[in-house]
Structures are given as structure tokens and as C-alpha cells.
């Protein structure tokens, strides 16, 4: 008898499908395009678990699906293999990463290869591969060179800015550039020395050297980005991290801030993830307001964009970064203020920024001079101030702000609160709520027009200026490690220049060891003989781990041209990604450093489309089912479930493998861990029942499943249908092996619907009934629905159903069966081609068209009417669709089942509803 057989059927096809290069894309421009792509992993040593897959398997459907329909489909994949955990290893063992990195690649591709995924291989990247990190390497270096013109809103070449400064100097250039740039003429800047040019030059670049407030982590000896930090600690490693000033390069993202915005209204993704990058850009309108130091020569700045409550001010806050705070605190705060600061400062502004709720701060024993009121408030430190927004500085208002209102309570500050009119104000003297004093001349108006009237005020005083700010900073670009791209400049006379281009790739050098010099340098800084051209210095630190994923779905579409990034007209045709699935974790960093590089690439006219991905998609986290065990407190023995009350124990966490619908194999469990080879089981009915919770798949929970496992036990194709079937694909679920069954035994009713009670393959060539095409034609309607609105989970019970319904009808016939593979092959494509083979088909089910719905099947013949009397409903009698009222009422009336309810009465009146119900009053 023939049985459908995961583990021949399987791994048959996809050798077929390599061997005869089946999921091969070609830039064929005849053909409608469709560009699917997945955020490419990062190959980490511990391979698969089975969360991972989720996103791939939903954006292979939709690729499988669009190919069916017809569309050149472009489905790659690739990997972010450069990055820190592979540098670490190679620390504490001395393995290059890149053994390492490629050991862990042919895994992952492994486990990919047994899910049956229709990637294109052949467009396979790698960013730790020369032949890509060259064209990271070129980018770089067309940012260098260039500048971003606000008149015209793009990036312009920096030979042209160079010619204006040749022609009139910078007065009347509208530039994105650094605060401090100095003005100058042209007979001046034709007298700058070349150093000097240089230099002026960076305060313009798009990528800039800077110095930079960075998180340090001397463990690890590298930058950490924001998201690498939580606590104040490393979230690899849990390394304490500081904030110091380094010299890094930078990266220009600010000049595209408005861009960045704009852009987003045109975006197909969703609204939470638009709001996030909106936050994260931060772009507000305000005014910067002076602050004179009392008997100190300074000047503070603070933007705000209240500066109608200027009169509601009662202290000013600095950021525990700011450089003016040790002239600014008095002998005897300096003890308080250093320490305050030292603990402040290495909190990274993430933790800082989502800290809403507590306040802490100093004083500095300084105090400053409200620049419109003139009256003289304290001066603190706080670290709810970021050094990187606005100007570190900024005025508290604690009778408007909750949290300064929390700032003033908790230190016992006064709470001014402004008033309008003099009626109340008998004398300004101190109450229990604060001071009371007059907003002058901002009476009778109302916030907007009082913000305007402040800005005027301050400008017409000289102590302020209207100013549009932004929360986003330039991008942080340098790492202090050695597993990244080198960055392609060279020193001289410690000036950054480009090396030739023609010199691309700069690979990595040879080092002894993969940790910072003895010295301080970077890796790199052990490289023996690393000069450019044997005589100038090269950059040590290398590109962070966003630089080669800010633009690796553009070389896919032009994975091998080794003479351009991407030939311009393959880039239009493939044009943005029109899906994009991956995890929100992104949202603030890849998803926003991707966009900057290609709305730059488009400025400088390499491609044409700005925006790099059309509709994006957050796959939701598949959730570990951990399981437990009850061990009593001193002994080696464990109690099930329902008897822990009985006891006093612990809840440990055990292996998920070992535990099927909550019972442990207790064997098993003894071989797990030898400390509980001879423990002693206390059971209930025989069983040992274990404890669950649903919590993120981790080692450390011992709830991963290995996909592999899965795939040996079930196959790949119940695996995917099983991890659609959980949920919607945005939403969190926990994975419940135990669930997968029911999914198993749908495939194998599909598999016996083509096969006799023998185990024959038999099909036949007869004509489908009309039940047979309606039960077909709403599974085709339904699942393509849900595939082009990503519904994935609402499919297999559409799949389910129409099996069941095959199944009763007795339906073999080759024309329900072959269109039914056709709708069934996105989602289990292993089956389907065996079974689309065995029909006698010579080529794969990916080559077939998928079937188009008829309504006519789906229109019903008659209509089940209940039949009501008096509001109670007493039968139903079934009419033709067509049949009219009259028929209707007089069919109904003749009824032998409606008339012994109606006891010879005449009805006084009967309501016929049309394909709805029949109302009779008696």
C-alpha cells in the first residue's frame, strides 16, 4: 500500500530543483517584475531554531504564488556575515572569523535547502565576501564626495561645491554642514593651504571625521550602537559600557532628515512602524533661547519649542555629557557633580530617552539668567538631557512638564506659575504650590500666537533665534574591531583621503591577534607593513555592521557585475522592493540607514527609485512552549504537577524534546543531565505531568526546536503549513509541537486523495460535478485572497476544508485534483510536485498558471428559507434562487409541515424576504 513518504518524496525534489536550476531568475524585462526579499540573517553558530523560518516561509508563498501568476519573481538570499560575535570567538580561540563565518553560512544554507525555499542562488551574497564589500568600499567613497544642497533638497558632487567656494566663497551656500563652519571668501579660500581646504572640506562631506560622543566598551574594545546596550551594559557579553569622545566617522543621515519623512507618506508599511521612524527623526520647531551664566563669561543655549513658557521657568538643566560642566560647577559641588556624572553618563540614551518616570540630577551651584524675564533659577545636571538633542541644553518648566514637574517636586524648586491679568497677583510673594507671576506680554493669547510672539521677542532682545531641530544625530560609522570592511582612506599629514579607486577592494590584512593593540588601536593597528601605497597609514577602525545591509538588495538584482554596482537599466527594472518581511527590531536603525544610502545613490543618478522597499512587513516572534519540573527542596526527587502543592520545590526548567502534551519521558530526562540519573519521580496516574509556559525560544529555556528535528519527524512541508497555520503572520505565537499533528494527517488525506483504498496512484478523466467546481473554485478564491493579503493562516483551514469535502464526494477526477496542486504548491511544494509528476506532467508545478476562480460555480441553485409563524420559526423548506414571491408564498402555504402548524387558520399575512426568510402572521 502506498503511503505518502516525507523522507524519499522530500529531499528527491530538491535535488531536482538544483540540478535543473529551477527557481533561476532572469532580467527579463518582458515580464512584470516582482521583487520579494527577506532582512538576510546574521549566520550565527547556533543555526535555525524553528521562529526563524516564519518570515522566509510566508515571502516564499507569496513568491511561489507570484510566479504562478505569471511575474518574473525575484527571491534572494543572502548573509550579514560580517559582525562581533564571530570576532569574539575568533578572540578567545584565535580561529579566523571568516573560517568560522563560512562554516556557519554552509549550515544555515543547509537548514534552508531542507525547507524548500525557491531562492536563486546564484545571486547568493555575502558582505564578507571582497567581491561585495568592494562596492560598500565605493559608496563610502561617493559619500565623501559629495554634499547635500537644501536649495535643491539632493547630493551634489563635491567638485561643485569646491567650484562655488573657487567663485564666491560659502556665503550663499544653503548646505547641510557642521555647526561651527566658518565663513570665508573666495580670495580666502583660493589662501587656504591644502590642509586647510581639507578640512573645511569635511565640515561638507556627506561622510565625515569627527570627534563623537560614542559608546566605549573596553571589554569588547569596540563602538556599540544604541540597540547593542541595555542597562548601561553590552547586550553581548554584558560588558559595561561608557560614554567617551572618540574620533570616528560619521555619517551625514541628518542632511536627509526632511526626505526621510516626506517619503514615508508614500510607504506601504504600518502605521506604528511610519510612527517609530517619525519619533526616532524627531523633527520639531522651536527657538533657541540664551542663558547668560550669573559672573561667568558664558553662554548657554537652550531650544525649546514652548518658548511661551520662557515666564514659567524656574531652572535649567545640562546633559551629563555637556563639556562646559566642569567650569560651570562650583568647588563645592565638584565632588556630587563628578560623581553624578560619572554614573549618568555611561546609561546609553536609549535606556535614558524611554526612562520617562525617574528623576535624578545635581546642582552645580551655578546659576543663569532667564534671557526675557531676567530673573536668576538654579542650574542642574540631569541625564533625562541627551547631549544629542538639541543643544544639550535645556529650561525647566515644571507648572507644564510632567516630568520637570517631578524634576522641581523631588529637589524642592519652585513651580512658577504663569498667570494673566494682575487682579490675583496682590504681591508676587512665595505660596505653597510656587510663585505667581504675570506672562506679560503674552496675555489674552493663545498657545500657538503666544509661541510666535516669544520667538519675535527673543530675536528683537538678541537672545534667541527660531531654529527647526531634529532627535536623530549622524550616524556613528567607525568600529574599533576587526571583522568588518576597511574603510578606503589613507592618512597624510593626518588629512583623510580616498585611496584610487581602481585599488578596490582593500581587503583585511593579516594580525596576530583579533583584540586592540597594546596601545589602544584597533585590530588592524597589528596589520605588519599595512600602508597605502607602502608609505601612508590606512583608517583602523572598519565600517559598522550596517553598512554592507544598507544596500545588499540592490546587488541582487546584479549580483555578478564586477564593473558597476548595479547596471542602472536592471536597477529600474527591479525597481524598489515591492515586499519586504522582517522583524520590527529594525525599525530605528537598518530600516532607516538603508533608505539614507539610496535616496543618496538616486541623488548621484546610479539608480532612479528613492525609497528601497514599497511594503514592509513585520513578521510576528514565534514563542518558545517551555516546560517544567517540580524538584523538592534538598532532595534528588521531582513530584508531577498536581502534587507540588504537597511539597516545597523549585520550578526548573527542562528540555522541550523530552516532554510530548506535557508528559515527561522520564528516561530520557535521567540521560539529560546525569545529577538526575537516580532520581526518584513522585507521579500522578502513572504520569509524570510537567508545568508550561509560553516565553521567547532561547537555549537558556531549553524550549528550542530544531527545525531539522521537525523536518525529520513531519517534513518541510507540514512544517510550513503548521507555522502558517499558527497565526497571522504579525502576531506572536507560541510554537506547541504537539499542535503539528492534525497538519501532518491533512497532507497524507491529500496524498490518499489521488490514491484507491489499495494505495494506487488513480485518477481519473471524468467531468467534475457541480459540487466538485464549487468546493474547488471557493478554495481558489479564498487562498488567493489570503496570499495577496498575507493571511496565510486562514488558507489551511480553506485547504482543510476542500480536502474533506473531495474526500466525501469521492472525487479523483484529474481536472479538480490538478488545479487543487496549482493552489497547494506555494504553501507544500514537495507534495505538490510529486504528486503534479505522477499526474504525468514533464515539468515542475512552478511552471504551471495559477487558476483563475469562476463565479458561476460558486452561485447557488436554491435557497434553505426558514419559515416563521408568529416569530417562531417552525421549518425550512428549500426554493429555486429564481423561484419569485408569489411561488414562494403559495409553495409554502401548500406545505404539509407548515400547515399542521397553523391549525386551518388563514394567515392575515406572509412576508417573504427574498434568500432570507419567510414570515407568516396568523
Known sequence: MSEYNHKATEPKWQEYWRENNIYRVENDTTKPKYYVLDMFPYPSGAGLHVGHPLGYIASDIVSRYKTLCGFNVLHPMGFDAFGLPAEQYAIETGQHPEITTKKNIETFKGQLSKIGFSYDWEREVKTADPSFYKWTQW????????????????????????????????????????????????????????????????????????????????????????????????????????????????M?????????????????????MKEMQRNWIGKSFGCELDFNVVDKDITLTAFTTRSDTIFGVSYVVLAPEHELIDELTTEEQKTAVEEYVNAAKNRSERDRMSDVKTVSGVFTGSYVTNPISGE????????????????????????????DFRFATKFNLPIVLVIEGTEDMEDPTEKKHGKMINSGF?????????????????????????KVNYKMRDAVFSRQRYWGEPVPVYFKEDIPYLIDEADLPLELPAV????????????????????????????????????????????????????????????????????????????????LYSRFWNNFLADMEFISHQEPFQKLVNQGMIQGRSNFVFKVAGENKFVSKGLKSQYETSELHTDVNIVKNDVLD????????????????????????????????????????????????????????????????????????????????????????????KGEFQVSDGKPSKDELKALHLTIKKVAYDIENLSFNTSIPAFMVCANELSKLKCNKEAILKDYLIILSPFAPHIAEELWAKLGNTTSITKAKFPQHNEEYLKEDACLYPISINGK???????????GKDEIEKEV?????????????????VIVVPKRIVNIVL
Open 893 to 909: 402555504l401548500a406545505s404539509e409541515a407548515i400547515a399542521k402548524w397553523m391549525d386551518g387558520k388563514q394567515p392575515k399575512k
Open 512 to 591: 596576530d591577534e583579533y583584540k586592540p593593540t597594546e596601545t589602544g588601536e584597533p585590530p588592524l593597528g597589528r596589520a605588519t607593513n599595512w600602508k597605502y601605497k607602502g608609505e601612508y597609514p590606512y583608517e583602523l577602525t572598519t565600517m559598522p555592521g550596517w553598512a554592507g545591509s544598507s544596500w545588499y538588495f540592490l546587488r541582487y538584482m546584479d549580483a555578478h557585475n564586477d564593473k558597476e554596482l548595479v547596471n542602472k537599466e536592471i536597477a529600474d527594472y527591479w525597481n524598489s522592493v515591492d515586499l519586504y518581511i522582517g522583524g520590527t527590531e529594525h525599525a530605528t536603525g537598518h530600516l
Open 873 to 883: 420559526v417552525r421549518a425550512k423548506l428549500e426554493f429555486p434562487m429564481d423561484m
Open 376 to 403: 536668576k533659577v538654579q542650574l542642574w545636571v540631569s541625564d533625562y538631557v541627551l547631549a544629542g538633542y538639541g543643544t544639550g541644553v535645556v529650561m525647566g518648566v515644571p507648572s507644564s512638564d510632567d516630568r
Open 442 to 466: 503674552l496675555n489674552g493669547m493663545d498657545s500657538k500666537d503666544a509661541i510666535k510672539a516669544a520667538n519675535a521677542k527673543a530675536e528683537e532682545l538678541g537672545v534667541g533665534k527660531a
Open 252 to 272: 551625514r543621515i541628518t542632511a536627509y532628515a526632511d526626505r526621510l519623512l516626506a517619503n514615508l507618506d508614500n510607504l506601504d508599511w504600518s502605521d506604528p
Open 139 to 250: 559608496i563610502f567613497m561617493q559619500l565623501f564626495n559629495a554634499w547635500y544642497c537644501n536649495e535643491s533638497e539632493k547630493a551634489r558632487k563635491i567638485e561643485e561645491l569646491i567650484a562655488i567656494f573657487e567663485k564666491s566663497g560659502n556665503s550663499n551656500v544653503n548646505a547641510a554642514c557642521d555647526d561651527d563652519t566658518p565663513s570665508f571668501t573666495a580670495e580666502e579660500w583660493k589662501n587656504f593651504s591644502e590642509s586647510e581646504k581639507a578640512k573645511t572640506l569635511l565640515k561638507y562631506r556627506l561622510t565625515y571625521l569627527s570627534e563623537a560622543l560614542v559608546n566605549w566598551c573596553p571589554a569588547l574594545g569596540t563602538v556599540l550602537a544604541n540597540d547593542e546596550i541595555k542597562d548601561g551594559f553590552s547586550e553581548r557579553g554584558g560588558h559595561p559600557v561608557e560614554r567617551k569622545k572618540m574620533k570616528q566617522w560619521m
Open 666 to 757: 522520564i528516561e530520557a530526562f535521567k540521560n539529560w543531565r546525569p545529577e538526575y540519573k537516580d532520581a526518584e519521580f513522585v507521579l500522578e496516574d502513572g504520569k509524570y505531568i510537567c508545568g508550561h509556559m509560553v516565553e521567547k525560544m532561547s537555549k537558556r529555556w531549553y524550549n528550542v526546536v530544531n527545525p531539522d528535528d521537525v523536518i525529520e519527524k513531519y517534513g518541510a512541508d507540514t512544517m510550513r503549513l503548521y507555522e502558517m497555520f499558527l497565526g497571522p503572520l504579525e502576531a506572536s505565537k507560541p510554537w506547541n509541537t504537539d499542535g503539528i499533528e492534525g497538519v501532518s494527517k491533512f497532507l497524507r488525506k491529500v496524498w490518499n486523495l489521488f490514491h484507491n483504498a
